[in-house]
């Protein structure tokens, strides 16, 4: 069995629900359930005995340990980070905490339990890392794209704290010889992601007939990965990964946020002819710092490991907006916190 960390979260639970899809391996389930997890992201597995959740902090050394030792998983993927740069401007100590400290201190309870491991298992053990490209810093309109090697300037308390942790992550190879695996990838979206974030705060927005926030002039440039790409591709390096390698995992889909905005707009009004989405595009001051572009060079890990992201931006935005138009009560309980409800009722005495 594996272990994910941070696996009620968007893109964790996106990766539980995909993993179980196409193996019967199990899956232990460690999220600590901030704001941005929610369980019922993952009820159809409510009954499902491959699927073993478990309410709890990376940073609890005690219960990690415990865990390890009770399962034994052949592999970690962690995933369980705060990720809103916006969050981290206005509060970085929850950055610090988890990122850092809960990177660290699950780096200690891995190695403490990869140390003890008789020796096949311990060759076959990783220990899987996912990053973001936000650790590189920011790109100006014309240079390239990130590699594996472009040095680390992140520029928030976000991408400082990422930073952090793939460096420990990298450290903990380079000392002790843990199995580790980095990938740092671009922006994601897609299913069940909080709307705080770009693409679903818009559908949200415009389905209520809410201003479409946009920052500045919305020239920012990111790269967009749907999250179902994202998820095969840590699949692939966890099947095929050299330990101690960094991959990059993009989806070739550079665009500047009012483009992505204008998209979302255009698409909505397909579904309902009669509104003007448009509209309702507000531009506001810009966030303090705010990277100019991103962009992501996926050519290693097409290369060594054959991979490829399988959905166009045009194709995975359909989806996306399809799938957020279908589940609006999803949206709006996770806005009120109504979720928190339904975890109570439905997993009452969470271990």
């Not at 990177?103 to 890392?129: N, V």
Request: net charge negative; proline share 5%; charged share 20%.
């Amino acid at each position: 069995m594996i272990l994910v960390t941070g696996g009620a979260g968007f893109i964790g639970s996106n990766f539980v629900l995909d993993w179980l899809a196409q193996s019967d391996e199990k899956v232990i389930n460690l999220d600590k359930l901030t704001y941005a997890g929610n369980l019922h992201n993952l009820s159809s597995l409510s009954q499902d005995p491959r699927h073993i959740f478990v309410q709890g902090d990376i940073g609890d050394s005690s219960q990690v340990s415990q865990l390890l030792a009770q399962y034994q998983p052949r592999a970690i993927i962690n995933l369980a980070a705060e990720s809103h740069v916006d969050r981290s401007i206005h509060g970085p100590a929850d950055f610090i905490q988890t990122n850092i400290l809960g990177t660290f201190r699950l780096l200690e309870a891995t190695h403490a339990y990869w140390r003890e491991l008789d020796l096949p298992a311990k060759q076959d053990f990783r220990f899987l890392h996912v990053s973001t490209d936000e650790v590189y810093g920011s790109l100006s309109k014309n240079e390239p794209a990130f590699t594996e090697e472009h040095r680390y300037e992140p520029n928030s308390p976000y991408s400082a704290s990422k930073a952090s942790s793939d460096h420990l992550v990298r450290a903990y190879h380079h000392t002790y010889g843990l199995p580790v695996l980095t990938t740092n990838c671009s922006n994601n979206y897609g299913p069940f992601q909080f709307p705080e974030k770009l693409i679903p705060l818009m559908i949200a927005n415009a389905l209520e007939g809410k201003p479409l926030p946009v920052y500045g002039d919305g020239q920012q440039v990111r790269d967009w990965l749907y999250v179902t790409d994202h998820c095969s591709a840590i699949r692939r390096v966890l099947e095929g990964g050299i330990p101690g390698e960094t991959y990059n995992i993009g989806g070739w889909n550079e665009k500047p946020n009012i483009e992505i905005v204008q998209t979302i707009c255009t698409l909505l009004e397909e579904s309902y002819p009669t509104a003007d989405f448009h509209k309702l595009i507000t531009h506001v001051e810009d966030r303090p710092g705010h990277d100019r572009r991103y962009a992501i060079n996926a050519m290693k890990i097409e290369r060594e490991l054959n991979w490829r992201p399988g959905e166009t931006f045009a194709t995975g935005i359909r989806k996306t907006i399809h799938w957020y138009v279908n589940n609006q009560q999803w949206v709006a309980d996770v806005q009120t916190g109504a979720y928190q409800e339904w975890i109570n009722k439905n997993y009452a005495g969470l271990s």
